[in-house]
């Protein structure tokens, strides 16, 4: 298996939980000092596949490198090369932050002093300073989740799974877990990030995999994912809901396709280019019609997920992922 310029690189991952397929033949690339975006239904096989890769679980078949490290032929490497942080705050929450990290860093056999010192760096980068002498039990859901990524870089880990970090969190919180994640990667640290937020992903991924059933169903970046959607679409909110009609008629005429309305007094229609965003914006002032939103959109990677993952019109899986191959 070549892995230069690859952090993690995982082939025919296959894994079976009884009479259930959870993994079936899963390949994943991650280049070093990258984020890579895991998305996929509950159920689709994420999880597991990060249980693999971080030496918690046994394949049924497959091979895996990670951190230059065989992840089944030597797992005490991988170990050493990586930090997990689960989809719950694994903190002990009758110890203080302080405590925990310390705790952490005293089972990777760092010194007490040492362990004192690594302790109090994370404290400060992940903002809890204040709050290092509290027991965890009294910390907020964010900050919990903060320090169980914190917990997880004491070591140094060249590679960091993240699985569904933000679960659980509002919206600020999230943002402050995603400045977290940038800064990692920008300090070389590589990035394996499950999660159900679309959003998430397209805010912090390089590319991205999505897994169904067990399979990879498409992996590319966000754009070239978004391109399976294809085209863009142009929105007119018109600030007089009596002015709809008229629009419609407008964009009817711009672009040779009727419009749709997929939120209340928003009207919606694809075009092919940015030309029918002139050419509507000249219209709408010859007619004197007001807009408070006017806007040329492109697919976002909610209705790529759809797209992917929904059997509506009977397409298969493989079927999905040929198609995308080409």
């Given amino acids: 298996m070549t892995t230069s310029n690859h952090a993690i690189r995982a082939e025919g991952l296959v894994k079976h939980f009884g009479d259930t397929i959870a993994l079936d033949g899963v390949d994943l690339e991650v280049p070093t000092g990258t984020v890579l975006g895991v998305l996929g239904p509950n159920g689709a096989g994420k999880t597991t596949a990060v249980r693999i890769l971080a030496t918690l679980l046994q394949p049924d078949a497959g091979s895996a490198v990670v951190a230059g490290h065989d992840v089944f032929g030597d797992p005490e490497a991988v170990r050493r090369s990586i930090g997990l942080t689960g989809q719950y705050a694994a903190v002990d929450a009758m110890l203080t932050g302080r405590e925990n990290l310390v705790l952490v860093a005293r089972l990777l056999d760092f010194t007490r002093a040492a362990a004192g010192q690594r302790a109090a760096e994370l404290l400060e980068q992940f903002g809890l300073t204040e709050a290092a002498d509290r027991r965890a039990s009294t910390y907020s859901g964010g900050m919990r989740r903060r320090l169980d990524l914190a917990a997880s870089l004491v070591g140094r880990p060249q590679v960091i799974y993240l ?84 629009i419609g008629t407008l964009l009817t005429r711009v672009t040779g396709r009727s419009p749709e309305e997929p939120a209340k007094g928003l009207l919606s229609v694809s075009v092919e280019d940015s030309g029918a965003l002139t050419e509507t914006v000249a219209a709408l002032a010859e007619r004197g019609i007001e807009v408070t939103e006017l806007a040329l959109k492109l697919p976002d990677l909610d209705e790529v997920f759809f797209t992917l993952t929904s059997d509506k019109k009977g397409t298969t899986h493989h079927e999905k992922e040929s198609e995308f191959a080409r």
Avoid at 166 to 187: C, F, H, I
Avoid at 192 to 211: F, G, S
């Fill in 163 to 246: 699985d569904e970090p933000t679960t659980g969190l509002d919206p600020s919180k999230r943002e402050d877990m995603w400045n977290v994640v940038r800064g990692l990667v920008a300090d070389g640290t590589t990035v394996l990030l499950t999660t159900q937020y679309l959003e998430e992903a397209d805010a912090l991924a390089d590319a991205i995999t999505v897994i169904d059933h067990g399979r990879v169903i498409a992996t590319g970046t966000p754009a070239e994912l978004k391109s399976i959607v294809g085209g863009r679409a142009l929105q007119v909110r018109p600030a007089d809901q009596a002015d709809l009609g008229d």
